[in-house]
């Protein structure tokens, strides 16, 4: 079953505003990741941010994290053309035992930014 | 590194053929993952292994889908017989322990069965 459900499912914005999506869960987990996929491609890593930390930078991403809200937020500011794709949250939990670990991805956001 | 290598990148096939997709980890990966996507059920986790040995195969749809990792450079997904339904894009993905668990993904694999 899908743990992350990304809203929304669509975004439409001009070149040079600022993309937030959003990113909920249900069950707890050990760290918060954010991917990117171009049409046609692979799923490219982008950020992770832990159980125990709030907040994240990298580059024009800003990931925030609320445990207690079971909530994540992707900010991409001053979009550009280039960042059109889909982007997927995606929980990670492991559990004690040889090997045993969990990565369930949402449906994604398609991100659409207008030259 | 040339990165996680999937073969074929596009399979076309009729209804009830066998279809192996084949993959290739970033080596020293000790991970590797199966996942399908489709529109209506977006990423899907077929199966995982840890040092070539299968952790959760809960995902496979059904005894039509098997996976194998031989050694540590190379996994195959088999589907036999196919039907239209497996129509899908088939991502391979590894990652290593000393990682914190982001995945490194193929380019994956377009199926469509006809």
């Known amino acids: 079953s899908q743990q992350g459900e990304e809203d929304p499912q669509a975004l439409s914005i001009q070149e040079g505003e600022n993309a937030t999506m959003n990113c909920s869960y249900k069950?707890?987990?050990?760290?918060l990741q954010w991917y990117r996929q171009n049409s046609g491609r692979g799923l490219v890593h982008l950020i992770l941010?832990?159980?125990?930390?709030r907040e994240k930078h990298s580059g024009r991403l800003r990931v925030t994290l609320d445990t207690s809200k079971k909530s994540s937020s992707l900010l991409i500011t001053a979009s550009r053309a280039a960042d059109t794709a889909s982007y997927f949250c995606a929980t990670v939990r492991t559990y004690s035992g040889a090997g045993s670990y969990q990565l369930t991805f949402g449906k994604g956001t398609k991100l659409s930014v207008i030259p | 590194d040339a990165g996680v290598i999937q073969s074929p990148r596009h399979e076309v096939t009729e209804m009830g053929q066998e279809v192996t997709l084949r993959c290739k980890p970033i080596s020293g990966h000790d991970y590797l993952f199966w996942y399908r996507q489709t529109m209506m059920r977006g990423l899907e986790l077929l199966i995982y292994?840890?040092?070539?040995?299968?952790?959760?195969d809960s995902g496979m749809p059904e005894d039509r889908f098997s996976a194998k990792m031989p050694n540590a450079s190379f996994s195959t997904l088999k589907i036999q017989p196919s039907e239209p339904r497996d129509s899908a894009v088939y991502f391979c993905a590894s990652t290593g322990t000393g990682n914190t668990g982001e995945l490194f993904f193929g380019e994956g694999s377009r199926l469509t069965v006809l």
């Open positions: 941010i832990r159980s125990n930390e």
């Open positions: 069950t707890s987990i050990n760290n």
């Open positions: 292994f840890n040092n070539n040995v299968p952790i959760d």
